[in-house]
């Protein structure tokens, strides 16, 4: 059986975008029963960036909670915190010793930074190392990733086939599952959703929240009585992604006719959001309000992950001249 492995960057709530371009397809994937499916939050990763312990505990649990609210099933997924296996980082440090600077110096992750070199930490650095560990350290056979994370899974590949050369035949070389973004989920202002662009819609908010953030979407000046284009219209094309056949037909028509206002079609969204995550939103709340059933599903994954890890690690000692 082959197993599929895959981090999730811990940077808060899940947006709708990455519910429906990233979330939702990832549980699917992880139901075929001809793998094994391995996902982390990679909150080592994030203290590249984060600052803040409160925060970098809330974004790991609000992860997995959005993560367990659709749907993942923790007996057939092993769902774990990248932290609760420290084993990780001894790899990372025998790996960072055998990787050639040049390799990354060279990663877009990196390079794109150059410019500014003192903003740049030495985790920053070793970034694809860490990478590499939360991979080969689980012998993962296929990795789904975005295409921005190409470059990552090739210097993961460089640095196993370089070790197999050196040491004999210890890791799996993993391949990349490049994810051709079949979903574009626009943001609030029609752009693409990205926490970076702030127009995200976060469906977990309570529901005067989410209300408002799904009035804010920006729609063109286009007075109630005059027919729309469905096409062109955020609104709309929210309530596509999420509603029925024969409502979104029904929305169509209220455009194309016209006497129906973008008031109207954002009233139906907020209503087609809370209906169509009536049962991820709550179970969503539930774990965030009991964060002992979220860390007690992350311990026993965690559980499962290490048993793997701590073997491969012995092994890893042995062959580097460490006692094991
Ligand atoms: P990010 O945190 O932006 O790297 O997003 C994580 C994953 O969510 C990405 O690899 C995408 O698969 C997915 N994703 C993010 N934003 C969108 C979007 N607006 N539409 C569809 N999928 C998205
Ligand atoms: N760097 C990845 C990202 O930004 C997250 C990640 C960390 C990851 N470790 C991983 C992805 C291992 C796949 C495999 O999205």
Not at 3 to 13: C, E, H, M, P
Not at 227 to 235: F, I, L, R, S, W
Not at 265 to 277: N, R, S
């Amino acid at each position: 059986m082959s197993r599929i492995l895959t981090g999730i960057q811990s940077t808060g709530v899940p947006h709708l975008g990455n519910i429906l371009g990233a979330v939702k397809p990832a549980i699917e994937m992880c139901r075929n029963p001809a793998h094994e499916a391995f996902l982390f939050i990679a909150d080592l990763h994030s203290l590249t960036t984060v600052r803040n312990a409160g925060v970098l505990r809330e974004n790991t649990y609000s992860v997995a909670a959005a993560w367990l609210a659709f749907g993942l099933d923790t007996r057939k997924t092993t769902f774990y915190r990248q932290s609760d296996v420290p084993e990780v980082c001894e790899l990372t440090w025998m790996l960072s010793c055998l990787t050639p600077y040049p390799m990354l110096a060279n990663a877009h992750s990196f390079k794109d930074k150059s410019g500014r070199l003192a903003e740049v930490n030495a985790g920053l650095f070793i970034y694809p190392v860490l990478m590499a560990a939360d991979i080969i350290l689980y012998d993962a056979d296929f990795v789904p990733v975005g295409k921005d994370q190409q470059q990552h899974l090739e210097i993961t590949r460089d640095i196993a086939m370089s070790f197999n050369r050196a040491y004999g035949d210890t890791f799996v070389v993993p391949q990349a599952t490049i994810s051709e973004q079949v979903m574009l989920v626009p943001g609030t202002d029609g752009q693409k959703m990205s926490k970076s662009y702030n127009n995200t819609i976060n469906i977990f908010l309570p529901d005067k929240e989410l209300l408002k953030v799904v009035k804010k979407i920006v729609t063109d000046a286009t007075p109630v009585e005059q027919p729309k284009d469905p096409e062109k219209c955020t609104v709309f094309k929210l309530f596509s992604l999420i509603a029925g056949k024969t409502d979104i037909e029904e929305m169509r028509q209220n455009y194309i006719r016209g006497g129906y206002g973008y008031g109207q079609a954002k009233e139906a969204l907020y209503e087609a959001i809370i209906e169509k995550f009536k049962k991820e939103r709550e179970l969503y709340n539930y774990f965030m309000r009991d964060k002992n059933e979220l860390d007690k599903k992350l311990k026993e994954g965690a559980e499962k992950a290490k048993a793997v890890a701590t073997a491969k690690l012995k092994l890893m000692r042995e062959k580097l001249g460490y006692k094991s």
